[in-house]
């Protein structure tokens, strides 16, 4: 078994990715990255093309959402 490699969260959530996770993804500065969970286990992954895409898609769509008006509206739900 592999040791575990960990990293502490910040105030702003953000955590540092080890070095070997990072070596291992392939990952540069810049990149992005997948986090899915499942039965509260989170994994980890490079995104791919299609993951990107799928982002900026969303981004596009739910910008109409992304305002005050909005969030007073739909508070409630």
Do not use: C, Y
């Amino acid at each position: 078994m592999t040791k575990p490699l960990m990293s502490r969260l910040t105030s702003k959530g953000q955590a540092t990715i080890p070095v070997a996770i990072r070596k291992a993804l392939r990952l540069k500065e810049g990149d992005t990255v997948v986090f899915e969970m499942k039965k509260g286990i989170v994994t980890i992954r490079r995104a791919e093309t299609e993951d990107a895409m799928f982002l900026k898609q969303t981004e596009t769509i739910f910008d109409d959402w992304n305002h005050p008006e909005a969030e007073a509206a739909f508070r409630d739900l």
